[in-house]
């Protein structure tokens, strides 16, 4: 099956820095999503991207499909962005099985 | 917003008990599914419905698990004999495109 990583795995800010989280995948996609889980363990959309780039405020996110990786920018970073964000497919083949990545632990300090 | 909704937000049982999970996918929905995730641990894939069956399930899902779509609207999860290693945050999705997540049902068994 497809294997899904994320770097880096755990990662420190400083409000108002800049960072960019990676997610690579071993096989063709048909739907990428980014997603933010909370301190309350919520898990939130923040992007279907399976190509091309997309942005929403501080946040963008690049998917490279013929090189199976897509990035999650997060530009002038707030103590709200921490959590852990996760990146997410399913293969080119199948909408049934959507495999979760390991992801990005993010921490903004004040 | 349309949004995916699960019941109980927490559920405390004793092993070897029964547990109903239930979500109310987003309606015009056409694929759903549930997750677990185990506290500090990446979300996992257990099961995927379409067209009122099972389309893929992964090694997790074993004759333990059962999934129903009981009604037009409801989605549910029947463990039948719980374990304390199933203790977790269970996550029902509704896809269409994008997939949308529940608030979760937190499962402890003591």
């Known amino acids: 099956g497809i294997q899904v990583e994320q770097s880096p795995p755990d990662l420190i800010l400083q409000e108002g820095a800049n960072s960019t989280l990676r997610c690579n995948f071993s096989d063709s996609v048909n739907n990428l999503q980014w997603f933010h889980q909370n301190p309350w363990g919520q898990l939130i959309n923040l992007f279907y991207i399976p190509s091309g780039t997309k942005q929403n405020g501080r946040l963008s996110a690049t998917t490279v499909a013929t090189e199976r990786y897509s990035l999650l920018y997060i530009s002038s970073s707030q103590t709200t962005d921490s959590g852990v964000y996760f990146c997410?497919?399913?293969?080119?083949?199948?909408?049934?099985?959507?495999?979760f990545g390991p992801g990005t632990s993010l921490s903004v300090i004040p | 917003e349309p949004e995916v909704t699960q019941t109980p937000s927490h559920q405390v049982t004793q092993m070897g008990q029964e547990v109903i999970l239930r979500c109310v996918p987003i309606s015009n929905h056409l694929y759903f599914y549930w997750y677990r995730q185990i506290l500090g641990q990446k979300v996992e894939f257990l099961v995927s419905f379409y067209n009122n069956e099972i389309s893929e399930k992964s090694e997790i899902f074993d004759d333990q698990f059962s999934v129903e779509r009981p009604d037009g609207s409801n989605f549910t999860l029947k463990i039948r004999s719980t374990k304390l290693e199933d203790s977790a945050m269970y996550f029902c999705?509704?896809?269409?495109?994008?997939?949308?997540f529940g608030p979760g049902t937190r499962l402890t068994v003591t």
């Open positions: 999705a509704s896809m269409k495109g994008e997939q949308y």
């Open positions: 997410a497919v399913a293969e080119k083949t199948s909408y049934d099985k959507v495999i």
